[in-house]
Each structure stands twice: as C-alpha cells, then as structure tokens.
T-cell receptor, first 114, second 113 residues
C-alpha cells in the first residue's frame, strides 16, 4: 500500500538555526499539506500546496516558514530561524483530490529546538 | 475562525464497554472526517461523512453526522485493547475551505484489559 514518507524521523536543532523537513507524498496525489502537533495537543494545519503554489496557510505559517516541491517527488518545509516554540511533531499529508477526501499522513518528524 | 469542539477529552473504559466521542462545530460543515492516532503514531483516516443525518458503520464503529451538519459522533461497541488511541474529528477550514482540515482536540481512549 502506498504511503507518505518523511525524513528525518527526529531533528534536534539549536534556536536560530534553519531546518528543512522532507516528505515524499504518495506518487499520484495532487494536494500536499503540512500540519504540526505539539506534544499532547491537537493537530494544527500549517499550509496546503497544489499545482506548485500555496493554496492556503494558517496564521502559524509566518515568514519564517516556506514550502517547496523541488522535484516531482519531494515536498519540503523550511523553518528559517527556529524558535523554542517550534518544537513539535510535523506531519506531512497528501490527498488525491481537493479537501473533503481522506488525507494520508506520514509518520512525522519530531523537531526539538534547544 | 472555524472551531471544532470535541468531548470528552479523555475516556477510560474496561474492555468490552462501549465508548462514544462527540464533535460539535460552530458552523455548518460540508463534511466531517474522523481520524485515529495511536500513541506515538500519526493520524489515520477512518471515515468521511457528507450527508445530513448520515450514519456509517465499520465493524464495531458507528459514525453519525447530525441533521444540521454541525455535530457528529463516533461510537465504539464492546471496546478492545486495539481501540486504544486518540480519536479526532476534523472539518473543512474556515469559510468551508477544502484546502485544510480543522481538527478537534481529540478524545484519548484507554482500555483496561
């Protein structure tokens, strides 16, 4: 069964450093998403991406964040200057069709900012 | 903005007991989805409800969408230890945007064998 993959599984970085989280969505999917989940809390939407551009972003997704699909398979989330409060689990997801159909989540990258 | 409220936050049951989690939205939803997240895992899609009053079943799980499309519930009959996890409901984003999911806070289900 096809699945979304994410690397690395755990990233530790110092405050102020840049990090890039990588995702490989399911190959025939068209819509890509990033979510984050602070430990013990709900899953929060960050950004959606379709046709090589951002479709929607949340208030969390400020100028420190950016997304890119550099080739036909990878989808990345960059945080330019990490803060302590960026520590969370970051999930990538993809879907075949717009919104109201199931989103397939990757296993997540745990980001720890020290 | 759009909010999806979910209760209870925690539920501990004995194996074999039933379990229900409830989801309420401040606005009418075009659809609602349910996800399960095992401890240490990622959200896994369970089902989507679209029609007013819709009821869907998956083995011991029963999902309902309210007549007004503002509330939903997930009921598990005769819980098993494999049911342990957090159950989230999720609706479209504010303004009915289908480019995002707005998750409830989830209900953490623990099952005592």
């Amino acid at each position: 069964e096809p699945e979304v993959t994410q690397t690395p599984s755990h990233q530790v970085t110092q405050m102020g450093q840049e990090v890039i989280l990588r995702c490989v969505p399911i190959s025939n999917h068209l819509y890509f998403y990033w979510y984050r989940q602070i430990l013990g809390q709900k899953v929060e939407f960050l950004v959606s991406f379709y046709n090589n551009e951002i479709s929607e972003k949340s208030e969390i997704f400020d100028d420190q964040f950016s997304v890119e699909r550099p080739d036909g398979s990878n989808f990345t989330l960059k945080i330019r200057s990490t803060k302590l409060e960026d520590s969370a689990m970051y999930f990538c997801a993809s879907s075949l069709v717009e919104g109201g159909y199931e989103q397939y989540f990757g296993p997540g990258t745990r980001l720890t900012v020290t | 903005g759009q909010q999806v409220m979910q209760i209870p936050q925690y539920q501990h049951v004995q194996e074999g007991e039933d379990f229900t989690t409830y989801c309420n939205s401040s606005t009418t939803l075009s659809n609602i989805q349910w996800y399960k997240q095992r401890p240490g895992g990622h959200p896994v899609f369970l089902i989507q409800l679209v029609k007013s009053g819709e009821v869907k079943k998956q083995k011991r799980l029963t999902f309902q969408f309210g007549e007004a499309k503002k509330n939903s519930s997930l009921h598990i009959t005769a819980t098993q230890t494999t049911d342990v996890g957090t159950y989230f409901c999720a609706g479209p984003g504010s303004g009915g945007s289908n480019y995002k999911l707005t998750f409830g806070k989830g209900t953490l289900l623990t099952v005592n064998p």
